[in-house]
């Protein structure tokens, strides 16, 4: 598949919503006709010029590739990636939605393998830690004067979800280009303070939310990891409390080796006395849950340090 990178000109419009709205009905209302019947041809002529397979309801080459996304842990060869699929990859990362425009996140490119690994306990060609960060606009700020204080949990909340909608977009831009990779949260283990002092973190208002570990695989894997897309994950109209029986259903599909549901750590639950896998899930995997936090975790010390919360 070829990729094709554009810039895209963004222009500021106006700030107040009298304005706005104004600009938008008077569009709809004066010119919304005119404008449909001038471009209805081009659009018929594009359509038209589509491969069958692309239009329509049936699959494309995104939606193969988001299809075919799956994780390599840590399995990389030493073969890397070439400069050009690294650049592609970030450029796609960055065009991924974010609230109002502000891209409040960094991407620290590592390039040495065992900065990687003392990172977050993986290697490979290239690792991408995407940490959500207001430094930036911060210094935008400053540079004109204004007043600004992302030191709220509306602004963190805001921030994570920004670096991880850019971070996922990097992973299916690096598989539409054959390339593998590890989404990891292994950045949060251990002391979490390394980060700092490994690459300079600022003091305030930068926190790593994962890594993205670029690579190819050493073997190809026998078959994807299925997913739940059924009750309890996908809600039509208003949400649905999952039922005894519906839970009951979403544990055998779970043991349902077929459905390549379990993790690799997990595949022995059965010979390790579990009845069901979510039994070894809850109990081993995720033992630490099954007990309430009753101290401050690491990870709520690093948000309060960096001042996101309110106080």
């Known amino acids: 598949m070829k990729t094709h990178l554009g810039k895209t000109d963004t222009r500021e419009h106006g700030s107040e919503s009298s304005r706005r709205a104004f600009c938008k009905h008077g569009a709809l209302a004066g010119g919304g006709l005119l404008l449909a019947a001038a471009i209805a041809p081009a659009l018929a002529a594009d359509a038209a010029s589509r491969p069958a397979e692309t239009s329509g309801d049936g699959p494309n080459d995104t939606i193969r590739t988001i299809r075919g ?12 990636i070439s400069e050009q699929a690294l650049q592609a990859i970030l450029h796609a990362s960055v065009r991924a939605a974010n609230a109002s425009n502000m891209q ?17 306990g993986y290697r490979g060609s290239r690792l991408l830690l995407y940490c959500a960060d207001h430094n930036r606009l911060l210094a935008s700020a400053r540079s004109l004067g204004h007043a600004y204080h992302p030191d709220n949990v ?15 977009t990097a992973a299916i831009a690096a598989r539409s280009l054959g390339v593998d990779y590890l989404l990891t949260n292994g950045v949060h283990r251990g002391d979490m303070s390394r980060h700092w002092k490994l ?79 979510l039994d070894w899930m809850f109990t081993v995997w995720q033992g630490r849950a099954a007990k309430r936090t009753e101290t401050p975790t690491q990870m709520l010390d690093v948000i309060k340090r960096l001042g996101y919360l309110e106080t």
């Open 199 to 277: 690459l300079g973190l600022p003091e305030k208002h930068c926190f790593p939310v994962i890594a993205l570990v670029l690579g190819y695989p050493t073997t190809e894997p026998e078959s994807l990891k299925g997913r739940l897309d059924g009750t309890g994950v996908i809600h039509e109209g208003k949400y649905h409390h999952v039922t005894p029986e519906e839970a009951e259903e979403i544990t055998r599909i779970y043991d349902d080796e077929s459905r390549h549901l379990w993790l690799e750590s997990g595949e022995n639950w059965k010979a390790e006395g579990h009845k069901h896998y």
């Open 154 to 168: 509306t602004a963190f909340v805001t921030a994570l979800i920004d670096t991880t909608l850019a971070a996922q």
């Open 69 to 80: 996304l799956r994780t390599t842990h840590g399995n990389f060869i030493d073969q890397e």
């Open 104 to 120: 409040s996140y960094s991407i620290i490119v590592v390039r040495d393998r065992q900065m990687m690994q003392n990172l977050c």
